[in-house]
């Protein structure tokens, strides 16, 4: 997701869960703690069918679902459902969501401007360009978009950024050029998969060092051999897939291929570089917008009407006396009023994924507050985790079942977080070892669930690629399950080094440093 470089991480990270653990009176439900489980249990329902059953991948569709599963939610409260409001709303206001939210809304403009300002035809060109058969490319383009998706993502610490970005200018690329959509959507939520498991500064990687008490430059380098593990096994099966799967013929409306559209490529490596150099992610994106800007200018890529245009309505008052603005114009009998262009169009396309972030966090808390995660946890520590090997077995699995429901994946994390600790030292399990863990099931599985969050960042810029190249611009979310390799081979490194004990190692094997303060 996203990152800070100062103190203010980990100790807001601290606060979320002291949150988590307190704040206001606990909440009763008819039925029992198992009841406020209801809300994300119904969510959860609702998406499956949608998505599954009707092959539906409508983001509002499952805000919808979210909101009737609050509502329903509300008839289990006992008392005075207040509470039960309350608790919504300080779901709503942690800082876990905002922080997801900020880098979702900077990394729609920045991607947006790269796609409008040419870099897809740049990439065609580049294809075209290449020594080597049609066949040929299309059979590693898989492979190669997981690996260059991988380095941006452990650049700029943000896997959702990544599938933003990868979505609206790789992906129509490469279907444009006839590579197989959902085996190229997979690609990428692979290869943001990656970045968001092992970046320094990724949320994830802080969340899962700081919740179980170890710095984060260890964590990064105990976590790396799990991480390449699955990379290495997720690039092989991306070249056979590449290799059988079928392809389209190609768009017949393929773009002529320009170079110059490449130059985005400096756009791109300002981010990773401002980012690497450990400037927050929002300053880092915001350089790279500003770099997409003045590229689009001087080259004629993009004029600032195409970047940000305001269209005002016939009868205004007094916008007519301001076109002389390059940005405003006045609307005729076949053009309607309002603002548009890259700006606007890359923000406002994660509208809908705001507001289910917020609500599915908001559910996510009314579950802490009922009891439904304690009571599991409890559960779980007395009759699963009876040994060490069992014990990290329950974790694995334990992790796996809160990000099924809980698919924003830095929440996910810090809901169990706790659990994963106290199970952890109760077999004197090493810091290190609990947050590697912790942190790939919340990254792995964060991208493959057709409603988890990784999933729909992606999917939420496939509609406005439709209106431009054409309809094989969509994938349904269900359909690219199987194909998010990466993300399948990490939680199954885990779950064989759980049940092997390969890698295990107790606290007095190796003490963690200070916790970072990143």
Known sequence: MSHTNDDETTEDVEAELDMAGSSGPDLEFHGGAAASAIPLGVFVLWAVVQSGLFGIGDTTGLVIGMLVALVIGL??????????????????????????????LWAGMFAQLLQDGGFVTGLVWVAQSLPVSQATLLAILPAVTFILAALLATGIGTGYGTA????????????????NPVLMFGAILSGAAFGDNLAPVSDTTIVSAVTQDADIGGVVASRFKYAVTAAALAFVAYLIAGATMSTGAGNGALPSGNPVGLVHLVSMGVVIYTAVRGRHIVEAITWGILTAIVANLLLGLESLNGMLSFVAPANAPFAEAFTWLPILSMAGPDTASGVGGSLYVGASGFFPLI?????????????????????IQDFLLSTAATSVRRAETTLVLGTALVNAAITINTAAEIAISPYVARVGESFNINGYRRANILDANTSALGYIFPWAGGVLAGYSQMPALVEQYGPEMIVSPVNVVPFVFHGWFLFAVFLVAALTGFGLEYVPDRESEEVSRV
């Open 75 to 104: 008839f289990f409260a006992k008392g005075d459902w207040s509470a039960y409001a309350n608790a919504i709303f300080e779901g709503m206001t942690q800082r876990v969501a905002a922080t997801a939210i900020v880098a979702w």
């Open 164 to 179: 933003v970005t990868f979505v609206t200018t790789f992906f129509p690329a490469t279907v444009l050029l006839g590579a």
């Open 355 to 375: 507001v289910l972030t917020l609500l599915i966090v908001a559910g996510a808390r009314i579950m802490i507050r009922g009891g439904a995660f304690e009571a």
